[in-house]
């Protein structure tokens, strides 16, 4: 099946910090989405973006699918933006399912 | 607002005991499917339903039952709970599957099997 890996596995940063958070995935995809789990578990969709370049406040991602990677940019973090981020794509040969990475848990701090 | 409404949030029960996790969505999603999340095993999908009365099996069904009667609901049916079976569950529902569309999931359901 597809792999996804993401890095780095933990982040710790001071707030009004940037950070770059990378995921990397075997095959073609039809679909690529970035969650954040905040410290409740709930899963909070960021960007629906198997391709090109979103912004969304602080928050922007950009997937090179030719390439196959994707880039999750945090700007001006806070402590809010704690939890864990994860990578999730759909195989362009089996669109069933989401095959997500194992995240990246940032911590923000004062 | 459009979501996927998860009920309960949080259940303790025992082993044998049947059990239901309702999930609805009010967005006219055609897919919905159902996901376990486990500490260094990730996020894994149960099942699946690409329409009313069509559902399949993901990668971990065994002990799980799903329905899907109607278009907005998909509930999540443990006919004999095991503690094997402790997990945060999620719901998602996405408008296709597979063709350039997102999935929205639910606020999750944190299930404990004693």
């Known amino acids: 099946g597809i792999q996804v890996e993401q890095s780095p596995p933990d982040l710790i940063l001071q707030e009004g910090a940037n950070s770059t958070l990378r995921c990397n995935f075997s095959?073609?995809?039809?679909?690529l989405q970035w969650f954040h789990q905040n410290p409740w578990g709930q899963l909070i969709n960021l960007f629906y973006?198997?391709?090109g370049t979103k912004q969304n406040g602080r928050l922007s991602a950009t997937t090179v699918a030719t390439e196959r990677y994707s880039l999750l940019y945090i700007s001006s973090s806070q402590t809010t933006d704690s939890g864990v981020y994860f990578c999730?794509?759909?195989?362009?040969?089996?669109?069933?399912?989401?095959?997500f990475g194992k995240g990246t848990s940032l911590l923000v701090t004062p | 607002e459009a979501q996927v409404t998860q009920n309960p949030r949080y259940l303790i029960t025992v082993t044998g005991k049947k059990l239901t996790v309702t999930c609805s969505q009010n967005?006219?999603?055609?897919?919905m499917s159902w996901y376990r999340q486990d500490p260094g095993l990730g996020l894994r999908q149960i099942y699946y339903?690409?329409?009313?009365?069509?559902?399949d099996k993901g990668d971990v069904p065994e002990g799980y039952k799903v329905s899907r009667k109607e278009k907005r609901n998909f509930p999540l049916i443990l006919e004999s709970p095991s503690p094997n079976q402790t997990s945060l569950y999620f719901c998602?529902?996405?408008?296709?599957?597979?063709?350039?569309?997102?999935?929205?999931f639910g606020s999750g359901t944190r299930l404990t099997v004693v």
């Open positions: 967005m006219n999603h055609e897919y």
């Open positions: 339903s690409m329409n009313v009365e069509v559902t």
């Open positions: 973006i198997p391709s």
């Open positions: 095959d073609s995809v039809n679909n």
């Open positions: 998602a529902s996405s408008l296709s599957s597979g063709t350039l569309y997102g999935y929205t």
């Open positions: 999730a794509v759909e195989p362009a040969d089996s669109g069933y399912a989401l095959n």
